[in-house]
């Protein structure tokens, strides 16, 4: 294999900043965030907005299903034929 061509695979933690959600995978992502955990361990830091623990299909909340119903319901009612 050459040498200096691949990027930088090493554990980083991906933060769910809408339910505070954090977890530990391996990534080449690069990122310029810092964060010590209970580990006494530094990581690479990437803040994400959605992840399985605030996706509604993960968490179940039916709330958006109801308001796409709505909007279909109004779009069949504005072009109807």
């Not at 530094?42 to 709330?63: D, N, Q, R």
Request: charged share 30%; no cysteine; hydrophobic share 30%.
């Amino acid at each position: 294999m050459k040498k200096d061509i691949h990027p930088n695979y090493r554990e980083v933690v991906f933060l769910d900043t809408s339910s505070n959600f954090s977890f530990i995978t391996r990534s080449t992502v690069e990122t310029k965030d810092t964060i010590t955990l209970e580990d006494g361990k530094t990581y690479p830091l990437v803040k994400v907005e959605v992840s399985s623990a605030s996706h509604p299909f993960y968490t179940g909340s039916k709330a958006n299903y109801v308001a796409a119903a709505g909007r279909v319901e109004k779009f069949n009612k504005k072009y109807k034929k």
